[in-house]
């Protein structure tokens, strides 16, 4: 339990910072205060783990992934944890005085502690997938911290590369532990690191193994993914010390020395881990050469140093390993320490250029001897606690046999060699030298407690390298042993091991560096005549670039393609579709072709040619509205011919409204469609018509030669005695299936709103003369229309609710009949024009719509009353004065309720385009 | 008879007839939250009742089944009202903010589209589904044009038309099926599937693809989803976030006919590999995206991608996965939408476009949003994103489908990572002279309902992460439910037994 | 009397997808229509074809298929209402940029 307070205590407190803004405090004592509380039940915790326990805590999260959360607590864990909180407190101190006033607020150090809270879920991880939730977590912050300066443009740019390059290693992480959890079982560190076995002798340990590695590659900042560390500086120097020197990138290591039991020891570990290393470390020192900028020249330092610890954990020997571990306490040490100092140098002075600075230590002494101190430690200095690691490192590098035997201590002496120059040039240029000319600010030395921790970390230098069995060889015991799972090598940290051959490489590289320091100038001028070097950072974004104008490419052309790609692709899916699932299986024909009366073929032929009209004319619109009326009339008949009197009405009177419609429309539409398409167009289109006619025509016939048994049936039998009506289809619609009915007009309801909501304020063209030229006339309304439409209205009710009520047992309905009151309300408009009927006739229309659904609602609710399900229906028998007997079904309250939303609708949308004629403008 | 079952169908009705009827825009607000907000209830309640074990069933008209219309509630269809009402209440309170002031009736036409959408989702017939498509279609295009915008008219026309073409399509399968097998109810086609006279299979076959295409139109599934980015973007931000649904709709319907009528269709291997490329299809559309907007509209493609790579396993690990990435990536991207927005309204003349302009001020909680908004969409951890997106790929290991998956679905989140950093840095950090004048200023009122709206959505993502245990586990028992063919037509059965029937 | 109903249908659906992709939204109207009238046929003939009859059982039978009929009538109507909002749709299409273009470009001779 108070090892789950330790991580999880600075994303619970995250925001402690930003209230103490609020109050007026500093917000850096609310981090510090964060940061303590986090480290608080170390004191309890510590000394277990130091007696040999592992602390474990598990709560279950999502346990069908087998994610839980779980962390455990071991020598390694803790030394990491003691570096997280240590060096993170020092941070904050420091970030407390180099920050200025407007940044060091609440938002800077809740980003801190959030970052603190991810990187010690990522040290305490005991559950894998854990562990990568942590891992991408500081991928996030960092960008955010990276990118705090906002309106620098490298920092935002150093920002989204740092997120890309990691973010991409973290994903690959992610297979990588799938994989994992897929061999062992289980994603449990207790479980993965005893199956070491078990995965180094799985065909996919490769594939595994590479993918793991390129998530600590990317992380610790390794060739060739090393290029976003250096850009990352952009970030504010306290982050850079925190993040880009002691933590975040040590986090590729630590997951390295973490799994070291579970993938290390074959052979291709030792050469893909320890070339990487080598390669980064010698490429690395040898560009911080070249760097001018103090901090750039700290950030290839650090990728060198890390491609040290790399190689050394690769080499992977016991021994090794401690080394490893040892360097990588120092480096974090006194790289924090030199970020510091630059940090310092650059708020002191406002440049951090080395070529400006000089002569720093007449002003700033103390920080000068500090920083002396620090680079010493990491040139090797002996008496300084990176001397002994490298001896460490030196010494394992002549172990090792499996490269040609002199390569790799070759190697490492150089880069010992190339490091010496680079802490030589860091400290000289900067403090030593004639007075610095031109800086922006009058060099002095720093705030004292801006200082202090500077002070701290570079004592603890000394120290160890004093007196290091004492200071910090039980810790390192304790980590290394976690580390190794097992024994520990035989070593000793003696400051003095006699006259040996590590001794002489010391030596060597100490010289050599010197000298490489004072040749530095002819190395420069030598460098600057090559072309630039290739940048990581350009060949990313410029890949990037090309991807984003690939895509874009893709993208907008698909999307771009209008109506017509779409559409195309859709007929084409289906054609294709409904071929090949359709086959070869024909039905066995049952039915025989019969005897077809002549009428059908006339039929046929006008549908056909009527047809053709539309395609063929389909320019010339006013043809086209006539020949499909004439398709339409044709398809009535078809309803008729084949039993369907219900759906020849609807058909007709739809057909007559469409068409209106359609002519009301046109007045505003331009009268002929422009010649638009290219002859291949057109052939194509008519090969897609052709096949996808073709294609639904056997379909049809596939339906129509064999029959088929349906539920249908039970609708014919029930018909009268469950649903009170002998017009099946009538009953169907109001009755069993009345749902459906419902939703239609539902959508006709809708389609009424859209349609009135869209003709709001529509500003459309009128024109003064038709399509011939001729002006229209004067007069608006047809005196014949006048004096046909006066009669018909109260005849055409009388049919329409006659056709209403009878529909339960006789072609008709609420359908057909709203239709025909509809279609007759519209001709008095036509005669007589809008404001005159809406003065004799004032419906709101859209109200009536709704009236209708209210209805066809209700009478369905009502149900409810009885306890039977929603739209059941009931009939019964009545007789009343005149008519006899007759019968009620609720259904044709329902029906009533369908006429009533059939007539708003069609009122609400003819009328409102109708409308438009009299508002139009005049052109 | 539990009326509960068909109160998802009432509410909105009644609600969205009269937000239509009351006068006054506050009327129609009131009308309009409370419904939403009655609606949630009522699915928390459903959610209940279908998490005991049978799906329940609800016969329409009292008609034994299979010839009335029968409401089917299982899990996932529990599942999906849910998530809906959640949606639902969120982009209601949001849009009160001033988002239902752009144009008319919006209030009403969400309850609309509501109807349309739980229509969808309970509906055991066939032909029933066809027609809560229709009320889901109108709606859409009804809020797509309720403001009135010119630059929504032509994406509009591009919609209507190609759904158009697309209900016939529907129709067309509809006869197929009906012809072949001689039934509209879900249940009973599944019972007569088995059963087929061999002369019979071809038209049945040829049915089951193509509404397969039907509702992969819908889904915005390669490569017929070429409409939705132009669609999704030329909406308004909050009718956008209510869109995010209707995707889902299709899907749920592929898996619904997929599971329990077309199961020997080889729809599985098809569908795989179109959600592949739609995924890689999406990606490009983020990266390339101009306005947060369109990298919204391209984040749902991506989404359906992952639903659809995940599902089309048609396996117990895929589906339970690709059913909690439902859950989770619908809210997301909603999410999104309303921030891209939010955004556009506060910068002003520069809207939503990715492009340097003035500075975000003063307003903190907008970036944080928006950073939580973009590790839940593409699926960083510790979200639920990142949760379903393991689910997805142990499900693929598991179905040996590995080796297809983790590249494209792995590079898909690099690239949303990259499109989702370029969009925030470009947004929040690169500022342009001047500072944002609101375009919609907002009074307190308003600015605490847009922060409602948007703080459910987040708290509704946040409780899926958390909870990621429980929820994924609710995953599998669906999933189970829905590979149960038989369960759920004996489930249906059920009915007709209790009314004494056969 | 099937072929000459398929091969009726067939045309249609010719026709309606051949004008549906018109670049004009008028064009695109018309065949939109044709594939409506198309497909009502289609679902009907789904059902199987009767002459001479009616869905009425009041008088003798044979009857047809009273299914299919009612789903016609319910997508009749649906289609009505759609295609209702298409037009308004192309008038606010011309109010706003002058043309029908489905894809808003008014070109004289376009690829």
């Known amino acids: 339990m108070l090892l789950a307070t330790v991580v999880l205590l600075p994303f619970l407190l995250m925001l402690l910072p930003a209230a103490f803004e609020r109050l007026r405090l500093p917000p850096a004592l609310g981090a510090g205060l964060v940061t303590?509380?986090?480290?608080?039940?170390?004191?309890?915790?510590?000394?277990?783990?130091?007696?040999?326990?592992?602390?474990?805590?598990?709560?279950?999260?999502?346990?069908?992934?087998?994610?839980?959360?779980?962390?455990?607590?071991?020598?390694?864990?803790?030394?990491?944890?003691?570096?997280?909180?240590?060096?993170?407190?020092?941070v904050v101190l420091y970030a407390h005085y180099y920050l200025s006033d407007e940044d060091r607020n609440g938002r800077f150090f809740a980003y801190l502690l959030a970052f603190m809270g991810a990187m010690l879920g990522i040290v305490t991880s005991d559950n894998l997938l854990l562990l990568v939730v942590f891992w991408e977590l500081t991928s996030i912050t960092s960008f955010l911290l990276i990118g705090f300066w906002r309106g620098a443009a490298e920092a935002r740019q150093g920002a989204r590369l740092a997120l890309l390059v990691t973010g991409a290693g973290g994903l690959a992480l992610l297979a990588g532990v799938l994989f994992i959890g897929d061999i062992v079982g289980s994603y449990s560190l207790g479980a993965v690191l005893a199956a070491g076995d078990l995965i180094r002798a799985d065909p996919r340990y490769p594939l595994v193994l590479t993918l793991v590695l390129l998530g600590a590659f990317t992380k610790s900042a390794q060739f060739p993914f090393h290029f976003w560390l250096p850009h990352a500086m952009a970030a504010p120097t306290p982050v850079s010390a925190y993040l880009h020197s002691a933590t975040m990138v040590k986090a590729g290591i630590f997951l390295l020395m973490r799994l070291w039991p579970a993938l290390a020891g074959t052979e291709a570990w030792f050469w893909s881990v320890s070339t990487v290393g080598l390669v980064t470390m010698l490429f690395a020192s040898y560009v911080a050469l070249f760097k001018h900028d103090l901090k750039g020249l700290l950030a290839y330092s650090t990728v060198s140093q890390l491609g040290l610890i790399m190689l050394l954990l690769g080499l992977g020997t016991p021994y090794a390993e401690l080394a490893a571990v040892f360097h990588l306490i120092n480096h974090a040490v006194f790289k924090a320490s030199l970020f510091m100092a630059a940090g310092i140098i650059d708020h002191e002075t406002g440049s951090r250029d080395m070529r400006r600075l000089s002569g720093l230590a007449r002003y700033m002494p103390i920080t000068a001897a500090l920083a002396t101190v620090a680079a010493a430690s990491m040139a090797g200095v002996p008496l300084l606690n990176g001397f002994l690691s490298k001896e460490m490192f030196f010494a394992e590098t002549i172990e090792v046999t499996q490269w040609w035997s002199w390569v790799l201590p070759a190697a490492a002496t150089l880069g010992g060699l190339f490091s010496v120059a680079y802490s030589v040039r860091f400290v000289h240029d900067v403090f030593f030298g004639g007075p610095a000319e031109g800086l922006p600010r009058k060099p002095h030395e720093p705030p004292r407690f801006m200082r202090v921790p500077v002070e701290i970390l570079v004592v603890i230098c000394l120290l160890v390298g004093l007196a290091p069995g004492l200071m910090i060889e039980p810790t390192l015991r304790l980590a290394v042993g976690a580390l190794l799972q097992g024994p520990l090598p035989e070593f000793s940290l003696k400051i003095w091991h006699g006259f040996n051959l590590p001794l002489l490489m010391s030596f060597v590289a100490t010289g050599g560096g010197i000298a490489l320091y004072f040749a530095r100038r002819y190395l420069w001028a030598l460098h600057d005549e090559r072309t630039g070097w290739l940048s990581g950072k350009q060949i990313t974004e410029s890949a990037l670039d090309s991807l984003r104008a690939g895509a874009s490419l893709l993208a907008g052309t698909l999307e771009r393609g209008g109506l017509r790609l779409s559409l195309l692709a859709f007929l084409g899916a289906s054609v294709a579709a409904g071929v090949l699932a359709f086959g070869a299986t024909w039905p066995v024909a049952t039915v025989g072709p019969g005897a077809v009366p002549g009428t059908v073929w006339v039929a046929v032929l006008v549908l056909v040619l009527g047809t053709l009209a539309t395609v063929v004319y389909h320019r010339e619109r006013m043809v086209a509205v006539i020949a499909l009326g004439v398709v339409g009339l044709v398809v009535s008949l078809a309803f008729v011919k084949f039993s369907a009197p219900d759906l020849a009405l609807t058909q007709l009177l739809v057909e007559v409204s469409t068409v209106l419609l359609f002519l009301l429309a046109m007045y505003f539409l331009p009268e002929r469609s422009p010649r638009d398409c290219s002859d291949l167009r057109r052939g194509v289109d008519a090969l897609i018509g052709l096949a996808a006619g073709g294609g639904v025509g056997l379909l049809t016939w596939a339906m129509l030669v064999a029959p088929r048994e349906t539920i249908s049936s039970f609708f014919l039998e029930a018909a009268k005695p469950e649903g009170g009506g002998y017009n099946v289809v009538n009953v169907i619609l109001v009755d069993f299936r009345a749902l459906d009915t419902l939703g239609e007009i539902t959508v006709l309801g809708i389609a009424a709103l859209g349609v009135v909501a869209m003709l709001d304020r529509i500003r459309l063209p009128e024109r003064a003369l038709d399509w011939q030229g001729n002006p229209w006339a004067a007069q608006q309304h047809s005196l014949m229309l006048q004096v046909i439409s006066r009669p018909l209205l109260p005849v055409a009710l009388i049919v329409s609710l006659y056709l209403l009520l009878r529909g339960h047992n006789l072609p008709g309905g609420g359908f057909i009949g709203g239709l025909v009151t509809g279609a007759a309300i519209i001709i008095q408009y036509l005669a007589w024009g809008t404001a005159w009927v809406e003065a004799k006739l004032p419906l709101r229309h859209l109200a009536l719509a709704a009236s209708g659904i209210a209805l066809a609602v209700l009478t369905g609710a009502a149900a409810f009353v009885f306890g039977a399900p929603f739209l059941t229906s009931t009939f019964g028998y009545f007789t009343g004065p005149v008519v006899g007997r007759f019968e009620l079904a609720s259904a044709m309250v329902?029906?009533?309720?369908?006429?009533?939303?059939?007539?708003?609708?069609?009122?609400?949308?003819?009328?409102?385009?109708?409308?438009?004629?009299?508002?139009?403008?005049?052109? | 008879m539990n009326h509960l079952l068909v109160a998802p169908l009432l509410l909105p009705l009644a609600g969205g007839a009269l937000a239509l009827l009351v006068r006054g825009l506050a009327a129609e607000r009131i009308v309009g939250v409370m419904t939403s907000i009655a609606l949630l209830a009522v699915a928390i309640m459903l959610f209940g009742v279908a998490a005991d074990g049978a799906a329940a069933t609800y016969d329409v008209g009292d008609w034994p089944v299979p010839y009335g219309i029968t409401l089917v509630l299982d899990r996932l269809s529990a599942t999906l009202l849910l998530v809906t009402a959640v949606l639902a209440v969120a982009v209601a309170v949001y849009s009160l903010g001033g988002a239902d002031r752009r144009g008319r009736h919006f209030h009403a036409l969400l309850q609309f589209q509501l109807l349309g959408v739980n229509g969808a989702f309970l509906t055991g017939d066939l032909f029933n589904l066809f027609v809560f498509f229709e009320v889901l279609l109108i709606a859409s295009y009804a809020l797509l044009m309720h403001d009135s915008r010119p630059e929504r008219t032509l994406a509009a026309i591009h919609v209507v038309v190609l759904n158009l073409v697309g209900s016939v399509l529907f129709l067309v399968a509809v006869g197929c099926i009906y012809s072949a097998a001689g039934s509209l109810n879900f249940a009973d086609l599944a019972e007569r599937a088995a059963s087929l006279p061999p002369d019979r299979q071809g038209l049945w076959r040829a049915g089951g693809w193509l509404l397969l295409i039907v509702f992969a139109l819908k889904a915005a599934l390669l490569p017929l989803g070429f409409w939705l980015p132009?669609?999704?973007?030329?909406?308004?931000g909050a009718v956008a976030a209510l869109f995010a649904i209707l995707t889902k709709v299709g899907v749920v319907a592929i898996l619904r006919t997929g599971t329990l009528m077309f199961g020997d269709l080889g729809l599985g291997p098809v569908l795989f590999a179109l959600a592949l490329m739609t995924l890689g299809l999406g990606a490009a559309g983020m990266l390339a995206a101009r306005r947060?907007?369109?990298?919204?509209?391209?984040?749902?493609?991506?989404?359906?991608?992952?639903?659809?790579?995940?599902?089309?396993?048609f396996s117990a690990a895929g589906l339970a996965a690709a059913?909690?990435?439902?859950?989770?990536?619908?809210?997301?991207?909603?999410?999104?939408?309303?921030?891209?927005?939010?955004?556009?309204?506060?910068?002003?003349?520069?809207?939503?476009?990715?492009?340097?302009?003035?500075?975000?001020?003063?307003?903190?909680?907008?970036?944080?949003?928006?950073?939580?908004?973009?590790?839940?969409?593409?699926?960083?951890?510790p979200t639920g994103g990142f949760v379903a997106k393991v689910a997805v790929l142990e499900a693929a290991t598991e179905a040996g489908r590995a080796a297809a998956v983790f590249p494209v679905l792995l590079l898909v989140s690099l690239l949303s990572i990259v499109a989702l950093a370029r969009a925030g840095s470009t947004l929040f950090w690169k500022a342009g002279p001047g500072v944002g004048e609101d375009t919609e200023p907002l009074q307190v009122g308003g600015k605490a309902a847009a922060g409602f709206g948007i703080g459910l959505l987040l708290l509704a993502v946040g409780l899926l992460a958390v909870f990621a245990g429980p929820a994924l586990e609710h995953a599998e028992a669906t999933a189970a439910q829905l590979l149960d063919a038989d369960g759920y037509v004996q489930a249906v059965r059920a009915s007709n037994l209790a009314r004494g029937g056969h | 009397m099937e072929a000459l109903f398929a091969f009726g249908i067939g045309v249609l659906v010719a026709a309606g997808v051949y004008l549906s992709l018109r670049p004009r939204l008028f064009s695109v109207l018309l065949g939109v229509t044709l594939l409506s009238y198309a497909v009502n046929l289609f679902l009907l003939a789904s059902g199987g074809l009767m002459a001479g009859s009616a869905p009425l059982t009041n008088q003798p039978g044979p009857w047809p298929d009273p299914l299919p009929q009612a789903l016609v009538l319910t997508a009749i109507v649906i289609s009505f209402g759609m295609t209702a909002f298409l037009i308004v749709l192309a008038l606010r299409a011309v109010s706003e940029r002058g043309h029908d273009h489905v894809d808003g470009r008014d070109t004289g001779d376009e690829r």
């Open chain 1, 36 to 90: 303590l509380a986090a480290a608080a039940p170390l004191a309890w915790l510590g000394p277990e783990v130091a007696a040999g326990h592992t602390i474990l805590f598990a709560v279950p999260w999502v346990p069908s992934l087998g994610l839980e959360v779980a962390f455990r607590l071991d020598g390694l864990a803790l030394l990491f944890v003691g570096l997280i909180l240590g060096i993170g407190l020092l």
């Open chain 2, 323 to 381: 059913t909690y990435y439902l859950m989770h990536g619908t809210l997301a991207t909603a999410l999104l939408f309303l921030l891209a927005d939010r955004i556009a309204a506060v910068r002003g003349a520069a809207g939503d476009r990715l492009e340097a302009a003035v500075a975000i001020r003063g307003r903190a909680a907008l970036p944080v949003a928006f950073v939580l908004a973009a590790v839940a969409t593409v699926g960083l951890p």
């Open chain 2, 292 to 313: 947060l907007g369109g990298l919204a509209a391209h984040a749902v493609i991506v989404s359906v991608g992952t639903l659809l790579v995940s599902a089309s396993l």
């Open chain 2, 230 to 236: 132009g669609a999704y973007a030329a909406a308004d």
């Open chain 1, 894 to 923: 329902f029906d009533v309720g369908v006429y009533l939303t059939v007539v708003g609708i069609v009122l609400a949308i003819l009328a409102g385009i109708g409308r438009q004629h009299g508002t139009a403008e005049r052109t």
